[in-house]
């Protein structure tokens, strides 16, 4: 039985690497790609999703989802991560390709309720659609079958400040929401997805066994190893938004906790993800009533590389 994933997405460069998983996976059915700001402006994520699909040769849906964060002033797309265009300048084919009608929200309301029990959500950009969908219909914490979030830092530093992550940094309140929600939620921070680098020569492998999907992955990387070896040295890029499909295919390649989460919504400490291990108690009330969640602490690397390349490079 396949897994029916619905992947709220800002493509962005490491968004692209987990776009061209879903579709290469014969365990996975991608329903649609629902859109959000964050890396890009919506305008330019909606785009990039629609060229991605026709690239990459993906059957899904595209739905257009909010343009803007609940309450916070915006922050400016990262495009000094992914480029102006949030594919690293590089320019995919045109696409004639448009998205559905309804909202990212409506879509997924309407997707869940039409198949309980059977639809993943992979939320790997900003958390504002997860939040839109759940004030439409809260039923809906009841009827998905899993949302897994690519987001936080809990033990790790963060991207953005010394504690926060950008996708819980451009909609704090968004994430609070989400993560206060009684539905079976598994977060994937940066202490998973820091520990995973794909390095030059792995690009190059991906454009020589796949070209399709290997070669505009490989140009359009460019870009981000450079922000990476300017910021952290490292000598590749940081594929996190594929932590959350990979989840869902081989959960054997990763460490999870259990516990409650919450979000700082303002001060210094803004957009930090803040966890209370399952089973201890303290002084804050930012945890009370708040369910149990699983948090991915850290990644097999060599299971989580063997298993992409195999998948991107199967014949
Ligand atoms: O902090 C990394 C996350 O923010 C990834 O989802 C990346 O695509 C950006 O959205
Ligand atoms: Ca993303």
């Known amino acids: 039985m396949p897994h029916k994933i619905i992947l709220d997405t800002d493509p962005g460069i490491d968004d692209s690497f987990a776009i061209a998983y879903a579709i290469a996976h014969p365990d996975i ?30 059957k899904a849906d595209v739905a257009k989802g909010e343009s803007g964060p609940l309450s916070i002033e915006q922050n400016h797309p990262s495009d000094y991560v992914h480029g102006k265009n949030g594919l690293g300048e590089y320019e995919l084919p045109e696409t ?21 029990g059977e639809i993943t959500i992979c939320a790997v950009g900003p958390l504002t659609n997860m939040a839109k969908a759940l004030e439409l219909d809260p039923s809906i914490a009841s ?26 940094w451009n909609d704090p309140h968004a994430a609070d929401i989400t993560f206060a929600a009684d539905w079976p939620l598994t977060l994937a921070p940066m202490d998973c997805t820091m520990p995973v680098i794909f390095t030059r020569e792995d690009l190059q492998l991906l454009a020589d066994e ?27 890029l940081v594929p996190h938004d594929v ?18 989460l919450a979000v700082a919504t303002d001060g210094p400490a ?16 930012a945890f009370d009533g708040r369910p149990n969640h699983t948090v991915l602490v850290d990644t097999d690397v060599k299971m989580f590389r063997s298993n992409y390349f195999g998948v991107l490079c199967a014949k």
């Open 143 to 168: 009827k998905v079958k899993e949302v897994v979030v690519m987001g936080g830092a809990v033990f790790h530093v963060g991207n953005i400040t010394p504690v926060a992550e950008a996708n819980i």
């Open 210 to 236: 796949n070209p399709k999907m290997g070669a505009p992955l490989q140009a359009m990387s460019e870009f981000y190893i450079k922000f990476y070896r300017s910021v952290a040295g490292l000598h590749g």
């Open 29 to 58: 059915e991608l329903i649609a790609l629902t859109t959000i700001y964050g890396n890009v402006t919506l305008e330019q994520g909606t785009e990039n999703a629609l060229k991605l699909l026709s690239a990459f040769g993906g």
């Open 270 to 285: 803004i957009g930090q993800t803040l966890f209370q291990a399952q089973g201890k108690t303290s002084l804050s009330t």
């Open 96 to 116: 004639d390709a448009k998205p559905v009608e309804l909202s990212a929200a409506e879509y997924i309301v309407k997707a869940v309720n039409e198949a309980p």
């Open 243 to 260: 932590m959350a499909l990979m989840w869902i295919t081989a959960p054997g390649a990763f460490h999870a906790r259990k516990g409650a």
